[in-house]
């Protein structure tokens, strides 16, 4: 009912910036909660960033806070991660996530119902 696709990802070096966009179709945009999370080889996924209809209000992973920044622009239904001062911690395959309604339970991965197919974010000097 609601397909996300992630871009953006490459190979960055230590300090380096990248911004990762989620492109969606198929539903109301406005509606939903939108989050990231990363996934490291071998680990469950992990609550990155979400925020809600708006955007107005967001919440971080104490590992990304004062670094990543999310962001919509509902009007071209797109989700937006802004990473700066990348380490080499921060190498996962990142995925955005959709739910309908306000962020509730957004730190569970299953809590949302709608995934991307993931895009690789390395960090390397």
């Known amino acids: 009912q609601v397909q996300l696709v992630e871009s953006g990802g490459g190979l960055v070096q230590p300090a380096g910036s990248l911004n990762l966009s989620c492109a969606a179709s198929?539903?109301?945009?406005?509606?939903?909660?939108i989050g990231w999370f990363r996934q490291f080889p071998g680990k469950e996924r992990e609550f990155v960033a979400v925020?809600?209809?708006?955007?107005?209000?967001?919440y971080y992973a104490d590992s990304v806070k004062g670094r990543f920044t999310i962001s919509r622009d509902n009007g071209k239904n797109t989700v937006y991660l802004q990473m700066n001062s990348l380490k080499r911690e921060d190498t996962a395959v990142y995925y955005c996530a959709a739910r309908l309604g306000p962020p509730d339970d957004y730190r569970t991965a299953t809590w949302y119902k709608y995934w991307g197919q993931g895009t690789q974010v390395t960090v390397s000097s």
């Open positions: 198929g539903r109301v945009f406005s509606l939903y909660s």
């Open positions: 925020c809600n209809w708006s955007g107005m209000t967001t």
